[in-house]
């Protein structure tokens, strides 16, 4: 079984810019999480969608935002972006939620200059 | 305020002896604790996940302990070896939230 493909693996952003992100999960998974991942503040969690509707979010700026579609697949959206938005951004995948074994992706490395 | 602690500072031990990594909460009421292992660049891996009526999970040389009365979490590993060298996450979701909260992690170093 195939597992949790992220693209683009890598970007380099300027400030005010927006970037969008893409996460495909685990075939027959329902839930996807996002998260980011800085040095500073380790991995913070951005928000979980379950057929398609965002099921909780955590303290982020309204500029992150997100999606998922009927076939499970997710985006993450940051506009106007920051110098602090450079991170490691993962999604997971599992079949019901936050509360079982989560499967992360590699992760999109965005640098924002 | 909720807080997930993890000793911060690297563990660097000789091959072959158990590793042991705390987790500490405060303000959770968590219905599971999990633990992730993460290498350079790469995303979390699960490894173990115990439930807040479990005492202990073993799955072959990883130990896990929970215990809901200290609020801690104990993981060990058995007979480590240098290719267990990376960092430890413990991740707890509370009761009633469907967010999933990370520890900072704890770098596991194992010498040959």
């Known amino acids: 079984k195939a597992g949790v493909t992220q693209t683009p693996r890598y970007l380099i952003k300027t400030r005010g810019q927006q970037v969008t992100l893409s996460c495909s999960p685990i075939?027959?998974?329902?839930?996807v999480s996002w998260y980011q991942q800085t040095p500073g503040q380790g991995l913070q969690f951005l928000f979980e969608?379950?057929?398609?509707?965002?099921?909780n979010k955590g303290n982020f700026p309204g500029r992150f935002s997100g999606r998922q579609f009927s076939n499970s697949r997710s985006e993450m959206n940051v506009s106007t972006l920051e110098l602090g938005d450079s991170a490691l951004y993962l999604c997971?995948?599992?079949?019901?939620?936050?509360?079982?074994?989560?499967?992360f992706g590699p992760g999109t490395r965005l640098l924002v200059l | 305020s909720q807080k997930i602690e993890q000793n911060s500072e690297a563990l660097n031990i000789q091959e072959g002896k158990t590793a042991t990594l705390t987790c500490n909460y405060t303000?959770?009421?968590?219905?599971?604790l999990q633990w992730y292992r993460q290498d350079p660049g790469r995303g979390p891996v699960f490894l173990l996940l115990?439930?807040?009526?479990?005492k202990e999970k073993r799955k072959e040389r990883l130990k896990v302990t929970f215990d809901t009365t200290l609020k801690q979490s104990l993981f060990h590993i058995t007979a480590s070896q240098p290719a267990d060298s990376a960092t430890y996450l413990c991740?707890?979701?509370?009761?009633?939230?469907?967010?999933?909260?990370f520890g900072s992690g704890t770098r596991l170093q194992v010498q040959p």
């Open positions: 997971a995948s599992s079949w019901q939620g936050v509360q079982e074994t989560q499967y």
């Open positions: 075939s027959g998974h329902r839930s």
């Open positions: 969608y379950f057929s398609e509707t965002q099921r």
């Open positions: 303000n959770y009421s968590p219905a599971y």
């Open positions: 115990i439930r807040e009526n479990e």
């Open positions: 991740a707890l979701a509370d009761t009633g939230r469907r967010a999933l909260t």
